[in-house]
Structures are given as C-alpha cells and as structure tokens.
C-alpha cells in the first residue's frame, strides 16, 4: 500500500519513512506544500500524512487543494500545536485524524493503520463479525455462539469499534477519542475499566479470548489463538 | 519649536480648513447684499428722477414755460442741498436754466460730470445721472442728481465685507491654534507615558486626556488594553518560570535513569531501563503540554470558539465514562443531573474540567466513599458541583490546590503532578464560572457557578456607557 509523507523535518522524515516501512509500507515523501500537492494529484496513495506546519503551502493548504481537486484517500495530520480549535480547524480541513507531536511509534502506526483499512463511507455495513462474535448495528445486539450479550451502551460503542478496526491495534488515545469523544488523557482508568467490563461479558467462558491487551500500546480484537 | 505645536495639530488645520469655509461664505453673503442694496439705491434714484421729471412735464403742460420755471424755483428751495438739478433748453436751443454748468446733457438717461458748485471754478467734480425728457413745445428738460450716497453705501459696504471677512478668518485661525495646541498639549501628555511603556515601565498608565468624554474613554480603553497585556505578560512569565523549575526535577531524573541504562550489564534491564526513560518523557511531555494549555486558557484564548452546549448531556456522559472507573476503587460516583441545562462554552474544555474534578474526587478518597455530580438551576444560574465525602482539604490549603504544581503532602505518593486542579481553575476562569473548594461536612464540594453572562459569552459584549 502507498502512502503520501508530508514533513519538513528531515530527522522525523527519515524516521517516520522507516517506522511505516518497517509496517510493510510503501512511502512517498516531500518536504514541502508543492510537490505534496503534485504527488497527491497525480499518484493515487492510501493515506496521505501531512504535517501542518512546513514552509510554503502548508499541510491544511495542501489538504484543501486536494480535496478540491477530488482527492478522497483519508488524511492524517501531524502537528506541534495542541491547541483544541487547531483540531477542529484541520477536521474541517478535510482531515480524517489529527496526531499531536511527539508521539509514539506504535501510536502513529496504529493510526495509519486504522485509516488505510478504512471502509469506504458508501460501503454501508449493517452487521459486523468475527469468529463467533456477531454484532448487529441496527437492533444494537450482541451475540456469541449464537448466545445473546446484555451490552451497555459505552460498552457497545467500546465493541463496536473494537470489531470495525477487527485485526488491528487501537491504541488508549484512539479509544478516548472516537468512544468518549475524550481528545485529553484522563488520569483514571477509564479504558481500563470498561474493557474489564466488555471482556467480562465478551469472552469469560469461551476458549478463544477476542480482547487482547497489546503491552505498552492499546488493545486488539482479533481471532487469531 | 514648541510655538509651533498649536500649527502642527489636525485640530489646527481643521480650524483653518474651517476659517477658509467661514471666510467665502461670509464673503459670498456680504457680496449678496451689497449687489442688492446697491441696485434697491439705484432703482430709488431713477424713480425719483422719472417722476420729478413727469412731474415739471405736467407743470409745463398745464401753466406754460412760466408755471415750469417757477416750479423749478419752488423745487429747488424746497430741496435744499439734496435738490435735483435742472437743466431747461427751449426749441431754440436757448438755455433757459443751468445747475449743471455744462451742455453735455441728452435725452433719456445719461450722465453728467459738474463742478459741486457751478460758480466756482475749482470745486470738487462729482458725476451726476441725469433723464432728459422732451417738453411739448420743442424744448428739453434734463433732471440730474447725485449719486454720491449709493457710492458711499457701496463703499462703506465693501469696507465692512472685508473687515468682517478678515476677522471672521483671524478669529478661526486663532481659535483652532488655541484649540490645537490644547490638544497637542494633552496628547503629549499621552504619548510622553506611552513612550515610558515602550521603555519598559509597563506599570505605567495613561493621564487622562480630559476635552471631553470621548478622549478619556480611549485613555481608559487603552489603560485597560495594557492591564490586559500585562497580564498577558505575567501568565507568560509564570508558565516559563515553572516550566523552568518544575520540569527540572523529572529531567533530572530522566538523566539518572539514562546515566543507569549507559551501566546496564544485560538485555533485559537495558530494555526495561529505555522503557522506563520513554515514559518518564511522555511524563514531562504531559505536564510540558498542560501547563502550556493552562497558559493559553488563561490568556484568554478560546473565548471566540465557544457556542451554546447542553451541560447536562455532556455532564451525564463524563459521569457515565467514570461510574465503572469508580465502581472498580469500590467508591460510587452518583450522578443528579437536571436535564437541558445550557450554557456557552467549548465542550472539550468543559469535558476535560469536570473529567479533572471527577478524577480527584475518586483518586483522592478512600475506598466505600460516596461521589455526588450534582448540576442544577439556581435562579439565572447554573450551578454544578463534585462533592465527595472524604478526607476533603483544610480551610487554609484550599486556595493553594489552584495552583500549578501543588500538592498535598498526603497525596505526594500518588501519581500527578498537580495541575489538574490548576487546569480546571483556568478552563472555568475562561467560562467566568466560579470555581469554590467548599466543606461538605465531611469531604470536599467542588462548586462551579455559570452566571447569567456565561449564556451570552459568545457574543462581543459592548463595554460602552
């Protein structure tokens, strides 16, 4: 898969080049507003990564253009500014996620890895699976092995995201933000109690555990032993 | 050239636009009535010359030459020195009566230059308009008077257009110096203490500028405008002093744990060390991004961004992400919500402080304790409170806990670095809510109070009157 790199930096250039390709990524990179713009027009790329401040264009700029230009592949934005109106303003951009700096390798890639498995928003999904773990979107029900699951509704909407990103990492900060609308890092274990909670009922009493806690990162719902 | 200060003004120039105005207009006016009063005069003049000569007309028609002649008399005595004067040729071309001392009068209206008195040969020469008119016989008769009294009107009239127009003109040039250099004055006054600003004495505030009350509201706007700048300027310098001294103490501990990993001897606690140091930076990264946060909020920023949210709903999902959290320290965390309460506000912000004080209230009470969000109307107010039945915070450190990086000894060992409180201090410093560390009799109640403006935050608020 091909992806578009927006950064001016060369140190977090190479860095961030090497950490997607080591995720079997391949990058095309610029370091400036431009060439992004000329590569992301004439290229078709899965995700494109834009950093928000470079010198010229920058990446809102870019994002703008491509949008106008019919660009519809998702976008991350990565920037210093922490403000809570500078999200907003890159959302309304036309951005699909928004990644303060620093952050972590893992963080970043599971965030990549979320928007370039994507489904395309027409591609209605009613009903999600995995193994024996079925999810209803519109009767907002749960069952395994054809066993209903009293779910709360934090607690679906946990689930819910767990199965749209099935096989893949989601980190805590991903959590926070897409189930609690939470763009802030609580100091209490919010995540923690509520996925005890989901596990409890998802998987207590079946052999295959779905949840599984990947150390030092967030959480993945897969059927792999 | 301190004299000249008064010419430098924009009120001068003002003033001698305004003298330039005033100067033709007065002149336009006093051009105007002198034309007009000078041809009333004139058309005056030629009546009485028509009807003295249709008068002598009528006598010469009526009594003959001899009834003329003795009318002309009669005139002429009656007159005095504001007579007319005649002139009678009979159809021969004989002159019978001469005031004019020359032949050069004509039939119909002329005029006529003649001495002031006929007999003496060196008197003044004035010039007389005079209207010759036919008599029935053959002969002429020429009427004439002077013309000396709508000259010297016409003189006297001019004379008083330009003096009036010169001093119209002086007075509104001396006027606007006065007044310009009374602003100059005042507004150097002005500018002498913005300049000690720009130096550096940023205590230093602006006189007021007196004239009227328009100029004293843009001193005091502008004294304001730098109360707000130098409150800027101390929020500015807070958060650098404390991120200079704060950050010193979990930088330093970084470098030791470095220094530890540089001796590590095996794999698996060099890993275990690197680890330790990427969380001890994410540490310094968190508290590195609060405060800069807090120094934003309390500068103020955001305040534009804010729209009109329901606090119930969103008070009721952040006690609803924390009811399991709490449940799990065996505390209860209750939530008594009235429903659509509304007030302008940024939600994440707002999310993020009432997240803050829940947080506090679970991490800081034992376990078995009892959380109550409360949110409710008083009167125009929306009021919403945390109270917990704790250990709660002494009278004299409650004011302390605002602060950044404080902490209370018993909480030392707990993870934090003390700026939860402080942040959400800023957030409803942003909302100009009240923020009260109350006793709940036992434990702590956090009190916030949205006031009415809080509804109409958004909206620029006029600060006239």
């Known amino acids: 898969m091909k992806l578009l790199l927006l950064e001016d930096d060369d140190a977090t250039r190479t860095h961030l080049e090497r950490t997607l390709a080591a995720a079997g990524y391949v990058v095309d990179v610029c370091s400036n507003g431009r060439d992004a713009i000329f590569l992301g027009s004439s290229s078709e790329y899965a995700v494109l990564i834009l950093d928000r401040m470079v010198p010229g264009v920058d990446g809102l700029g870019v994002l703008k253009a491509l949008r106008a230009a019919g660009v519809r592949s998702p976008a991350l934005f990565l920037t210093a500014i922490d403000g809570v109106h500078d999200r907003v303003e890159g959302l309304d951009a036309g951005a699909d996620d928004y990644l303060v700096k620093p952050f972590a390798s893992i963080e970043f890639i599971a965030r990549v890895n979320a928007l370039s498995r994507r489904q395309p928003a027409n591609d209605v999904v009613t009903v999600l699976r995995v193994a024996d773990l079925e999810v209803d979107l519109i009767k907002r029900s749960v069952r395994r092995a054809g066993r209903q699951i009293l779910l709360q509704a934090q607690e679906f909407k946990l689930l819910e995201y767990l199965m749209r990103h099935a096989g893949e990492v989601v980190t805590r900060s991903m959590l926070l933000e897409n189930v609690w609308s939470f763009h802030f890092d609580p100091q209490t274990n919010i995540i923690e109690s509520h996925m005890s909670r989901l596990r409890s009922k998802v998987d207590r009493g079946f052999n295959l555990e779905l949840i599984r806690t990947i150390r030092g990162s967030g959480y993945s719902l897969d059927a792999l032993a | ?465």
Request: hydrophobic share 45%.
């Open chain 2, 1 to 465: 050239m301190p004299w000249l200060s008064g010419f430098r003004s924009g009120a001068f120039r003002f003033a001698l636009l305004l003298a330039l105005a005033f100067a033709a207009s007065a002149a336009f006016l006093l051009i105007v009535v002198e034309r007009s009063i000078s041809q009333y005069a004139a058309a005056a003049t030629d009546g009485g010359l028509r009807s003295e000569a249709a008068i002598l007309q009528g006598e010469d028609r009526e009594g003959g030459r001899s009834n003329l002649l003795r009318a002309i008399a009669l005139h002429r005595r009656a007159g005095g020195e504001e007579a007319f004067r005649y002139q009678l040729t009979d159809s021969t071309g004989h002159l019978l009566v001469n005031d004019m001392g020359t032949n050069a009068a004509r039939i119909g209206w002329g005029s006529v230059a003649v001495r002031d008195d006929p007999q003496e040969p060196g008197a003044n020469v004035e010039t007389l308009k005079s209207l010759g008119v036919f008599l029935p016989d053959g002969g002429v008769l020429v009427v004439a008077t002077d013309t000396y009294d709508i000259q010297e009107l016409r003189s006297r009239l001019d004379r008083f257009t330009v003096m009036a127009g010169v001093g119209i003109t002086l007075f509104a040039l001396i006027g606007g110096y006065l007044l310009g250099a009374l602003f100059m004055r005042r507004l150097d006054r002005v500018n002498d203490a913005i300049g000690r600003v720009m130096a550096g004495n940023v205590a230093e505030r602006l006189p007021r500028i007196g004239i009227s009350r328009e100029f004293d509201l843009l001193s005091s706007n502008l004294n304001a405008m730098l109360d707000r700048i130098g409150a800027l300027m101390d929020g500015l310098r807070q958060v650098t002093t404390d991120i200079a001294h704060d950050l010193r103490t979990p930088l330093s501990r970084l470098r030791q744990q470095l220094e530890a990993t540089r001796e590590a001897r095996d794999a698996e606690r060099y890993e275990m060390s690197i680890e330790s140091a990427i969380e001890q930076t994410d540490e310094i990264l968190a508290i590195f991004r609060a405060l800069l946060r807090i120094g934003t909020l309390e500068g103020g920023d955001g305040r534009q961004y804010f729209a009109t949210l329901d606090l119930s709903d969103l008070l009721g999902r952040v006690t609803t992400a924390h009811q399991p959290v709490a449940e799990d320290e065996g505390k209860l965390l209750i939530a008594d919500h009235e429903a659509g309460l509304l007030v302008d506000g940024d939600a994440e912000l707002l999310a993020q402080m009432m997240t803050n004080l829940i947080d506090n209230a679970i991490r800081h009470t034992p376990a078995g304790s009892r959380i109550v969000s409360k949110l409710e109307r008083m009167d125009d107010r929306i009021v919403a409170s945390i109270s917990d039945d704790g250990p709660g915070i002494p009278a004299e450190e409650r004011a302390n806990v605002l602060t950044r990086f404080y902490r209370l000894d018993r909480s030392r060992n707990l993870p934090g670095a003390g700026l939860g409180m402080s942040l959400a201090a800023a957030i409803a410093a942003l909302h100009r809510a009240r923020l009260e560390l109350l006793d709940n009799c036992p434990g702590l109640r956090v009190r916030l109070t949205f006031s009415r403006s809080a509804l109409t935050l958004g909206r620029p608020v006029s600060q006239a009157g």
